[in-house]
């Protein structure tokens, strides 16, 4: 049974012979223009359907250049990023007028959230060829901003490979209400009460979703196999290392001035990532299927993610907003993946799904690859 977050799909049996039936009624019109068209009128579009396509078949139709990953490419945008930090704080200290320190807070939270984008991308093996190369550079990122690499990468990793699975999948999925009344207070207010789920994501980290166990910090959490305890112990560690360089330093330049320079980006680091993390998984204007048993597939439960467009904030951010073709193939590098998803799309016609624009002044969540860059 394929569910919503609201309602439920009735989904068709995902057999060959449905498969070959779907695509003999439906052809798919351009990206971006209309809804599914049969002899020509349009019709509505049950995101649940089995797909007329394979993963092999949008595969085929991302050139093979967008796969390279060049890591002296990936290495310029983490300078990029730490210089652009550093900058920041060195323009915050000349300063120090409260009338500046808000435009700081955003701008330096909005760039520790660019540099966990880059961490993510080492978890992914998308930064470089080189496993160590990740893996150092994913550590010196996600630890600066009190992230735990390998324990983040691994539950991530879970979370790409089940996409769209209510049992299976690792965060943002819709819980069962048997469990939901089960929560205690704190977790009911903190996790679903806006505008706390924008903060959550330090309780994520700690203890996982509701409904799951285990923590990223602990090697020996369910989140791990044994193979993977000395990694998670290690990512730990650096976590620790950078808690205390920051207890350390607030004892140096004093608790009130740490708070301003690296406390307040960091909570808006947060909300970024549980604000993004939510648009690419829900919120669009017609809710999206969650699958259970044998109807999830890897491609129907990738199918569900939403692409957003962030503005100008795409690029400082790394292109974060491309999710789709990200959730199928999360090796292609970010620097990539707008021109991947505009030789996929005509696969994937109306699986791929382009919200109507949400403006706020400068801003709009919808996805636009008209233009080549």
């Avoid at 809804?35 to 093979?64: L, M, Q, T």
Wanted: glycine residues 8%.
């Amino acid at each position: 049974m394929a569910i919503g977050l609201s309602h439920s799909y009735s989904s068709p049996s995902a057999d060959k012979n449905g498969e070959d039936e779907l695509m003999k009624k439906v052809s798919f019109s351009p990206p971006g223009k209309g809804n599914e068209v049969v002899n020509g009128e349009e019709i509505g579009f049950d995101p649940s359907e089995p797909p007329p396509f394979k993963i092999g078949d949008i595969r085929a139709a991302i050139p093979e250049h967008c796969w390279v990953k060049d890591p002296w490419r990936s290495c310029s945008y983490v300078v990029r990023d730490i210089s652009v930090a550093l900058g920041l704080v060195a323009i915050a200290l000349h300063f120090n007028s409260w009338i500046l320190w808000p435009v700081y807070w955003f701008a330096q939270g909005t760039i520790f959230w660019a540099i966990f984008v880059l961490g993510h991308d080492c978890g992914h093996g998308s930064f470089s060829e080189n496993p160590n190369l990740n893996d150092i550079v994913g550590h010196i990122l996600h630890s600066s901003i009190l992230v735990p690499y390998h324990g983040w990468r691994i539950s991530h990793r879970t979370h790409h490979q089940n996409h769209g699975h209510v049992e299976n999948d690792e965060s943002w999925v819709p819980l069962p209400e048997k469990i939901y009344k089960n929560l205690d207070l704190a977790t009911k207010f903190l996790r679903y009460k806006v505008p706390f789920p924008l903060f959550a994501y330090p309780l994520y980290l700690w203890s996982r979703s509701p409904g799951k166990k285990g923590s990223h910090f602990n090697p020996y959490s369910d989140l791990f196999k044994s193979s993977e305890r000395k990694l998670a112990l290690t990512s730990t560690i650096c976590w620790a290392a950078m808690l205390a360089f920051l207890f350390c330093l607030s004892i140096r330049i004093g608790p009130l001035l740490l708070l301003k320079l690296y406390g307040v980006p960091y909570v808006i680091f947060v909300m970024w990532l549980d604000f993004v993390t939510y648009l690419h998984h829900h919120g669009h204007e017609k809710k999206l299927p969650w699958y259970r048993g044998k109807q999830w597939s890897y491609l129907r439960g990738g199918l569900t993610t939403v692409d957003r467009d962030y503005g100008w904030f795409n690029k400082i951010h790394h292109d974060i907003g491309t999710h789709v073709i990200h959730h199928l193939f999360p090796q292609i590098p970010h620097y990539h993946l707008e021109e991947a998803t505009r030789a996929a799309k005509p696969i994937m016609g109306m699986y791929y799904r382009e919200p109507k624009k949400i403006r706020t002044s400068s801003l709009s969540f919808a996805p636009k690859f008209g233009k080549k860059h």
